[in-house]
């Protein structure tokens, strides 16, 4: 059985019918089809000198401001709009992510807090997914958020957030003398802070694969137990970076565009990113989701080191 026919059985073992249900029968003969998502950002603490992230030498200096009334008007999570669909389904995917991240009865995954936001092809939602999260995120009272862009093809995140940036991650795993810290961005939106992607390289699936990133990715997750970092990357069927990402992160968060990509390419994408053991997937841009329905989006995740000691 391949992966996705086996998260179907799994799925379907559960006792009551559910919007997951529904959705792993989907997944089985046709193209996935789910509702359209949205997010936002969050913001950062002040915290320790020369620390990345909380107030560091680097962030304190930059400081930028989102247009959170812009952002909501373009369909957006912020924290102070009125209630939305949208908002409470990010709510429901944030839960199970964090649940994920820091269950304290030691099931917690390994490296949860590190989420990689990835799709099979552009065009999905991506980065709409991956900024939404991090608002949800943000939201909460004792964590804070880290968004990088690691797009480096496409970066957008910054785009999106009409925000302009200079060094990022590229440059900090590419030179040794700068530090995370320097180009830390702290925004206006408590609990969120931004590592834009940085120039432009014609090796980044090395760099992204490379001991220094590995460094990088420890010495931010080390200094923040209370930080969740969102990783935005390129397609997994469009670059080669996703794999390198994979198997840095303990969960990835995998969005599918209804009624556009097919098994086919789920299939082959997920086979990019099976170096992490935790995928959840959801579906993007439903526009026929059912009458009464309290939630527009699908979502479900299986463990896929379980699903291959089942084949």
């Given at each position: 059985m391949d992966?996705?026919?086996?998260?179907?059985?799994?799925?379907?073992?559960?006792?009551?019918?559910?919007?997951?249900?529904?959705?792993?029968?989907?997944?089985?003969?046709?193209?996935?089809?789910?509702?359209?998502?949205?997010?936002?950002?969050?913001?950062?603490?002040?915290?320790?000198?020369?620390?990345?992230?909380?107030?560091?030498?680097?962030?304190?200096?930059?400081?930028?401001?989102?247009?959170?009334?812009?952002?909501?008007?373009?369909?957006?999570?912020?924290?102070?709009?009125?209630?939305?669909?949208?908002?409470?389904?990010?709510?429901?995917?944030?839960?199970?992510?964090l649940n994920?991240?820091?269950?304290?009865?030691?099931?917690?995954?390994?490296?949860?807090?590190?989420?990689?936001?990835?799709?099979?092809?552009?065009?999905?939602?991506?980065?709409?997914?991956?900024?939404?999260?991090?608002?949800?995120?943000?939201?909460?009272?004792?964590?804070?958020?880290?968004?990088?862009?690691?797009?480096?093809?496409?970066?957008?995140?910054?785009?999106?957030?009409?925000?302009?940036?200079?060094?990022?991650?590229?440059?900090?795993?590419?030179?040794?003398?700068?530090?995370?810290?320097?180009?830390?961005?702290?925004?206006?939106?408590?609990?969120?802070?931004?590592?834009?992607?940085?120039?432009?390289?014609?090796?980044?699936?090395?760099?992204?694969?490379?001991?220094?990133?590995?460094?990088?990715?420890?010495?931010?997750?080390?200094?923040?137990?209370?930080?969740?970092?969102?990783?935005?990357?390129?397609?997994?069927?469009?670059?080669?970076?996703?794999?390198?990402?994979?198997?840095?992160?303990?969960?990835?968060?995998?969005?599918?565009?209804?009624?556009r990509t097919?098994?086919?390419?789920?299939?082959?994408?997920?086979?990019?990113?099976?170096?992490?053991?935790?995928?959840?997937?959801?579906?993007?841009?439903?526009?026929?989701?059912?009458?009464?329905?309290?939630?527009?989006?699908?979502?479900?995740?299986?463990?896929?080191?379980?699903?291959?000691?089942?084949?």
């Amino acid at each position: 059985m391949d992966l996705i026919e086996k998260a179907a059985s799994k799925l379907r073992r559960s006792a009551d019918k559910s919007l997951v249900e529904r959705v792993a029968d989907k997944i089985e003969d046709k193209p996935l089809a789910g509702p359209r998502a949205d997010d936002r950002r969050p913001a950062e603490k002040p915290g320790r000198p020369g620390h990345p992230g909380k107030g560091g030498a680097g962030s304190e200096h930059q400081r930028v401001h989102i247009d959170l009334a812009g952002l909501s008007a373009r369909g957006f999570i912020t924290k102070d709009q009125e209630p939305t669909q949208i908002a409470e389904e990010f709510r429901i995917i944030k839960r199970a992510l964090l649940n994920n991240a820091f269950r304290r009865d030691g099931s917690a995954i390994r490296d949860g807090n590190l989420i990689l936001v990835n799709s099979a092809q552009p065009s999905e939602g991506k980065t709409f997914c991956a900024i939404n999260l991090a608002m949800s995120i943000a939201a909460e009272r004792d964590l804070t958020v880290l968004l990088v862009d690691a797009d480096f093809a496409r970066p957008s995140i910054l785009k999106v957030l009409g925000i302009k940036g200079d060094k990022g991650l590229v440059d900090v795993i590419d030179d040794d003398n700068i530090d995370v810290g320097d180009c830390l961005m702290r925004t206006n939106v408590e609990n969120l802070v931004l590592l834009p992607a940085g120039r432009r390289h014609n090796l980044t699936t090395e760099l992204l694969a490379s001991e220094r990133m590995r460094q990088v990715v420890d010495e931010i997750k080390m200094r923040y137990n209370d930080r969740v970092i969102i990783f935005d990357s390129p397609p997994a069927l469009a670059s080669s970076a996703p794999g390198a990402l994979a198997s840095l992160v303990g969960q990835v968060l995998f969005v599918v565009e209804a009624d556009r990509t097919s098994t086919v390419q789920i299939k082959n994408a997920l086979m990019h990113l099976e170096s992490c053991p935790s995928v959840s997937i959801i579906l993007n841009k439903n526009r026929n989701s059912e009458k009464g329905s309290m939630f527009g989006k699908y979502y479900y995740d299986y463990n896929t080191d379980d699903m291959r000691k089942q084949a």
